[in-house]
């Protein structure tokens, strides 16, 4: 049984950085490529970034270039993302993500993410 368990988010003041963490169970996470998503209140689910199986290949949303870093620890099954100078709109419920092939419509319980102004 897959189980995504996101933690890390927080309040933070704008310009802040936070680090969240994903640890994944019930699949082979070392050979899949993860992702983290977000979504804001009121808002469709967004694609962040996104880390290949090895972790040499990576890809962020136009937004989060230059500020997050997304990396992994395929020993530990976790999956990280590292958030720096933090803005307003990155607030928000953050979610990590396995292929749809593994984890179906199943997500995690998303960790929130608040910046404040």
């Known amino acids: 049984q897959v189980q995504l368990v996101e933690s890390g988010g927080g309040l933070v003041q704008s310009g802040g950085s936070l680090n969240l963490s994903c640890t994944a169970s019930?699949?082979?996470?070392?050979?899949?490529?993860m992702s983290w998503y977000r979504q804001a209140p009121g808002k469709e689910r967004e694609f962040v970034a996104l880390i290949s199986s090895s972790g040499e290949a990576k890809d962020y949303a136009n937004s989060a270039k230059g500020r997050f870093a997304i990396s992994r620890d395929n020993a530990k099954k976790t999956l990280y993302l590292q958030m720096n100078s933090l803005k307003p709109e990155d607030t928000g419920l953050y979610y990590c993500?396995?292929?749809?092939?593994?984890?179906?419509?199943?997500w995690g319980q998303g960790t929130q993410v608040t910046v404040s102004s």
């Open positions: 993500k396995a292929p749809k092939a593994i984890q179906g419509d199943y």
């Open positions: 019930g699949f082979s996470f070392s050979s899949y490529v």
